[in-house]
């Protein structure tokens, strides 16, 4: 059977899954969206990215049309449809179809997209050997023309930073804000160990408050190890002694060098493996 896609309550065949060429979702970006896991049939954090993505909705003045425990038991019946227990889950909702104009009063009907699928990670192996990172030029959006904490579906800032990643050859890029300060990579947290502390910077550096992160936050708390929310700088990644990405896809991913320069020993850290071994049991639990 062919993957089956909610859209508005309604479930359709991967083929027959369509949304209007008018939807400003597409037009102009004119939407929110949240990426999930699933581990054994269980979605992880399931209650938080509810929040955020209705915060996100009202960020941007956007009336979702169902309610929060509508939308849960929506993205638990699309999993249960599909058979899939380990999966990623992409909830969308666009402004809906209008007419050709930014004007958003000119919409109608929003639209409630969630698709479960299987999940590509990252290659096995950089779990293992750790990730080469570069610093971007593009800056992260400045908080003042579209709040990274809004996960919205202009992403268009991410991806320009992504693809200079990839012209250098790395699959992650390290984003600064507009004072620049270290932000966030372009779909992940960022962290980093200094002298035994855990230091990731703070929601107000222009970060999408992720999931994992928060996680993360918690696990060190409960493992004893000193945790901080702090503004960081390169010079702070450069000298650290171990650093880290955090993200729903990714889950916990070693970094060992950026910009050509070897983080620590430019090997994945004690700490590190530490806090990768222990979301592995947090996700399961
Ligand atoms: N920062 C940004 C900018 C993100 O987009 C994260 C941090 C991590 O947040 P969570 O809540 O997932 O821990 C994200 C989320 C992709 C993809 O296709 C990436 C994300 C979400 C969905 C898809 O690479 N990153």
Do not use: W
């Not at 941007?60 to 380990?86: F, G, H, W, Y």
């Not at 579209?146 to 990839?166: D, T």
């Amino acid at each position: 059977m062919s993957l089956q896609i909610y859209i508005n309550g309604t479930f359709y065949d991967k083929e027959n899954a369509k949304i209007s060429v008018y939807d400003h979702g597409l037009l102009y970006g004119d939407g929110i969206f949240e990426g999930m896991r699933s581990y054994s049939g269980k979605v992880f954090r399931l209650s938080e990215h509810m929040d955020r993505l209705y915060e996100s909705a009202r960020a941007i003045c956007l009336q979702i049309p169902i309610s929060k425990e509508q939308m849960e038991a929506d993205v638990i019946e699309t999993l249960r449809r599909n058979n899939l227990s380990d999966a990623y889950i992409r909830l969308v909702v666009t402004r809906g179809a209008g007419s050709l104009g930014l004007d958003p009063n000119r919409t109608s009907n929003p639209q409630v997209i969630i698709i479960a699928d299987h999940i590509a990670l990252y290659p096995a192996e950089y779990y293992e050997t750790g990730l080469k990172i570069i610093t971007a030029s593009t800056i992260r959006n400045h908080p003042a023309a579209l709040s990274p904490r809004v996960k919205s579906l202009n992403y268009l800032n991410n991806i320009m930073a992504k693809i200079e990643g990839q012209q250098a050859g790395c699959v992650e890029a390290l984003m600064l804000n507009h004072k620049g300060e270290v932000a966030e990579c372009t779909g992940d947290n960022i962290f980093i160990i200094k002298r035994e502390q855990l230091l990731t910077p703070p929601k107000d550096a222009g970060i999408l408050e992720g999931i994992t992160r928060n996680a993360v936050l918690g696990l060190a708390r409960s493992l004893g190890i000193p945790a901080q929310e702090i503004t960081l700088t390169r010079h702070d990644l450069l000298v650290a002694d171990e650093c880290f990405l955090t993200g729903s896809a990714a889950e916990v991913i070693p970094v060992i060098s950026i910009d050509g320069r070897p983080i620590g020993d430019g090997k994945v850290g004690p700490i590190t493996k530490k806090l990768m071994t222990e979301f592995k049991a947090l996700v399961h639990r």
